[in-house]
């Protein structure tokens, strides 16, 4: 059974950092997707950034590049998203999600939320101003 656990959302000033963490467990296989999406209310969930680890690969929301970062720490399999330079348009709940049986043959995660089958419980993001 996958399970992904995240943490780390906060309430910040803009032009402030946060890192979110993401625990994940019961992969059966080291090449998967993992990915950090956000929702705030009245919208859409937005893919923020992917990460396919079969090839190290990562993909960024144009309104987030240059500014957040994803990574893996495949030893404890967590996936961190750090997030500077933050703005109000950030404030959202952030989920981590995770794909483990990707379509064979990908060289990155497309961060389409419906692409991915195992989703956290959500961590909040508040930038005030």
């Known amino acids: 059974q996958v399970r992904l656990r995240e943490s780390g959302g906060a309430s910040v000033q803009a032009g402030g950092s946060l890192r979110l963490s993401c625990a994940a467990s019961?992969?059966?296989?080291?090449?998967?997707?993992m990915g950090w999406f956000r929702q705030s209310p009245g919208k859409e969930r937005e893919g923020v950034a992917t990460f396919w680890t079969g090839g190290d690969a990562a993909t960024y929301a144009d309104s987030v590049k240059g500014r957040f970062a994803v990574s893996l720490d495949k030893t404890n399999n967590t996936l961190y998203l750090q997030m500077n330079s933050l703005n109000s348009d950030d404030t959202a709940t952030y989920y981590c999600?995770?794909?483990?049986?990707?379509?064979?043959?990908?060289?990155?995660?497309?961060?389409?939320?419906?692409?991915?089958?195992?989703w956290g419980q959500g961590t909040q993001v508040t930038v005030s101003s």
């Open positions: 019961g992969h059966s296989s080291n090449k998967y997707c």
């Open positions: 999600a995770t794909e483990p049986s990707p379509v064979a043959g990908i060289t990155i995660c497309v961060p389409d939320s419906k692409l991915f089958r195992y």
